[in-house]
C-alpha cells in the first residue's frame, strides 16, 4: 500500500468550542501521516477561532468564512482540499487513531469502491460512552439498501475518493438536513456496488443538545425532500423501496422523539411505520425495542418509567 496517499479531512466548525480541539486532535493522532485537515470556521461567535489557531501543526489549515451552513463549510473545505481522498469529521465528532489506515487500505485494495463508512459509537458532551453503537454490519452496500435507511449513520464515518466525489456533485447547499445522505447516494448511482462498510467502531458520534438530528420534523421535511429529488433521479428505483424506506425513516423519527421525552409524538410515528410495513417491522430489533419502551411508558407511572429507563441507559453505557 503507497503509504504517501493524501487524504484530505475536511471539519466544518460552527460554534464548537468545547470540543474542536479534540476533534482536530483525533485527526492529528492518526497512524496514516500522509493527510491535511481543513477545517472551515462558519462563522462561530465564540471561541473556536481563537482555539484552533493555537494547534501548531503544519498539517492543519484553518479557513474562516462568514455563517453559511454545513453544506456550504464543506464545499468550501472541498474546493480547498488537495488529496486523492476526501474524509469528514464534524467539529465535534472524534475518531479512533486507525481510521484512515483502516479506510485507505480499503480504498487502494479495491478500486471498485468508492465510498467508504465505520460504524460509530455515540458519546456524550463529555466525550464518554453512551452505550449506543451503529448497528453490526460490514461489506458491500447496494444503491437500494441505502435508499432504504442511511446505514452510512453520519458524515464523521465516511472516507470516499475525491474523483467520486467530484463526479457525484458537491454538497446541496438548498437542503436543510439529510444533506450527507444526498451525496452517498448520489454516489452510490455513479456504478453499482461502489460503497462498503468497515465492520469495525472508528467513528465516535457526539450527542448534544440542539442538533438537527434531535428534531424530528425538520429531519422528516429533509427526508421527504430528498426523496422527492431521488424520484427524478432513480425513479425505479425508488418506486421498489419507497415503502420499505418510508417505514425505516418513521422508525427511526420515533426513536428520536422517545429520546426528546416527546413520548406523544413517539407513538404517533411508531404507528405510521408499522402502517408503512405491517409486521415485517418486527424483524428490526430496533422497531421491536422501541415498541416495548413505549409500552412500558404509556403502561407505568412516570417515576418508575423514568428511573427504569435511567436504570436501562446506565447499564447500556
Known amino acids: 500500500m503507497n503509504r504517501d496517499v493524501g487524504v484530505s479531512v475536511i471539519v466544518p466548525a460552527y460554534n464548537v468550542a468545547p470540543f474542536i480541539v479534540d476533534a482536530v486532535r483525533s485527526v492529528l493522532r492518526q497512524t496514516w501521516a500522509a493527510l491535511e485537515i481543513i477545517v472551515v470556521d462558519d462563522g462561530s ?3 473556536t477561532p481563537f482555539l484552533l489557531h493555537q494547534i501548531r501543526d503544519t498539517r492543519l489549515r484553518v479557513i474562516e468564512q462568514r455563517n453559511a451552513g454545513s453544506s456550504a463549510a464543506r464545499n468550501t473545505g472541498i474546493r480547498e482540499a488537495k488529496g486523492d481522498y476526501i474524509a469528514f469529521l ?19 485494495n479495491h478500486p471498485e469502491i468508492d465510498l467508504t463508512f465505520s460504524l460509530s459509537s ?8 453512551t452505550g449506543r453503537r451503529s ?6 452496500v447496494t444503491f437500494r439498501q441505502l435508499l432504504v435507511e442511511n446505514v452510512v449513520n453520519n458524515g464523521s464515518a465516511v472516507v470516499l475518493r475525491r474523483a467520486a466525489l467530484e463526479s457525484a456533485g458537491l454538497f446541496d447547499e438548498s437542503l436543510r438536513s439529510c444533506v ?19 465492520p469495525e467502531y472508528l467513528t465516535m ?19 421527504t425532500r430528498l426523496f422527492d429529488k431521488m424520484r427524478v433521479l432513480a425513479p425505479e428505483d425508488v418506486s421498489a423501496v419507497e415503502k420499505q424506506a418510508s417505514a425505516r425513516l418513521y422508525r427511526y423519527l420515533a426513536y428520536i422523539a422517545y429520546e426528546n421525552g416527546l413520548f406523544g409524538d413517539a407513538r404517533c410515528l411508531a404507528t405510521r411505520a408499522f402502517r408503512r410495513a405491517g409486521i415485517g417491522l418486527l424483524r428490526d430489533r430496533r422497531a421491536v425495542l422501541l415498541g416495548a419502551a413505549l409500552t412500558a411508558q404509556a403502561l407505568l407511572p412516570q417515576g418508575l418509567h423514568a428511573r427504569l429507563d435511567g436504570a436501562l441507559r446506565r447499564a447500556r453505557a
Not at 448497528?135 to 458491500?140: S, Y
Not at 448520489?186 to 461502489?194: S, T
Open 180 to 198: 450527507d445522505y444526498d451525496v452517498w447516494l448520489r454516489i452510490g448511482m455513479l456504478r453499482p456496488q461502489n460503497i462498503y462498510c468497515i
Open 90 to 108: 464534524d467539529g465535534d465528532d472524534l475518531w479512533d487513531s486507525r481510521k484512515l489506515e483502516r479506510h485507505i487500505a480499503i480504498l487502494e
Open 45 to 47: 461567535e465564540d471561541d
Open 122 to 129: 455515540v458519546v456524550d458532551e463529555q466525550g464518554l460512552g
Open 135 to 140: 448497528q453490526p454490519a460490514g461489506g458491500v
Open 205 to 223: 458520534y457526539r450527542m448534544r443538545s440542539g442538533q438537527i438530528t434531535s428534531d424530528w420534523r425538520r429531519m422528516e421535511q429533509g427526508w
